[in-house]
């Protein structure tokens, strides 16, 4: 069945050439009225298209800016980057220059006291291990018999007396410290000349950096705090005058007789890293106890 044409319909080609005309008619009067460069048309285009060319240009603008940034960000990351790494190079090279300044202080100190004892001779040893504990109360050197080192010699660092060999190997020594709970030395007050029994003691170290005396004959008070101890004359295997420490702290016994007390070490027991071995050993040993 044929469907019949609707009698009302404009056809589509008619409409065009209506459209065509207007559009002639529109561009003639814009023409004839206001000419290139005025007229209403151009002010209905000024209320339009201007806004909307605004509005494209800052769309434009808002992308420009935002892939600039973008672009900004990722060369301030890639700065960042290298100055994270250059902030962590010179950190490495800062933690090594601390290392070789405490190294060369410790050496200072290593020769000032080589210079203190000359008559001895003497040995320069790195600590290169320890027991578990705060203290370097027994700790390993990295010089053993090839260097020199034989059992019962004296270990100095820092101002004075550090301990004595215990064992040795090829390449390694151990050192027991004056301060370790098993250790005893003969010790003498130098500005009185009387000698006393200086004894390790760990719980005091902990409380107060300290290790004890007794057997101190001192009836006249003539020992005051701060005077020097150092290693007596009659010591079984400690060479005579190495200084121990300090008195800090004396009291009479309850014998009425004696004394005993406290010293302050010389040396650091809690940072060793350097010691001097001295390669002399007193010759009259008589005893194993240490005295």
Excluded at 236 to 245: E, H, N, P, T
């Amino acid at each position: 069945m044929k469907r019949k044409k609707n009698k009302n319909s404009f056809p589509a080609r008619y409409l065009l050439l209506v459209l065509c005309g207007i559009c002639l008619i529109v561009m003639f009067l814009a023409y004839s009225v206001g000419g290139t460069s005025g007229g209403p048309l151009n002010s209905v285009a000024s209320y339009i298209f201007v806004p909307m060319q605004k509005g494209i240009n800052s769309v434009g603008t808002f992308f420009s800016n935002k892939s600039d940034r973008f672009q900004t960000l990722e060369s301030v990351m890639d700065e960042n980057t290298k100055l994270k790494e250059q902030v962590e190079k010179l950190s490495t090279e800062l933690n090594t220059v601390k290392l070789e300044q405490y190294e060369l202080e410790d050496l200072r100190e290593l020769y000032k006291l080589d210079q203190k004892y000359p008559n001895y001779k003497k040995v320069a040893a790195n600590v290169i291990g320890k027991d578990s504990g705060n203290w370097f109360n027994v700790f390993l050197i990295d010089k053993g018999k090839k260097d020199g080192i034989e059992k019962d010699m004296n270990v100095m660092a820092g101002n004075g007396l550090v301990g004595i060999v215990i064992d040795v190997g090829p390449h390694y020594a151990k050192v027991r410290s004056i301060i370790d709970d098993t250790s005893k030395v003969s010790g003498m007050v130098l500005s009185t000349s009387g000698n006393c029994i200086v004894n390790g003691d760990l719980q005091a170290m902990n409380d107060n950096c300290e290790i004890t005396f007794k057997n101190l004959k001192d009836a006249d008070d003539k020992v005051k705090k701060g005077d020097q101890v150092v290693t007596s004359y009659v010591s079984d295997k400690f060479l005579q005058g190495i200084l121990i420490g300090y008195v800090s702290e004396t009291e009479m016994d309850s014998n009425n007789i004696t004394k005993s007390g406290t010293i302050t070490p010389a040396a650091d027991f809690e940072h060793l890293r350097e010691v001097l071995v001295i390669l002399d050993k007193k010759t009259d040993a008589t005893s194993d106890t240490e005295k």
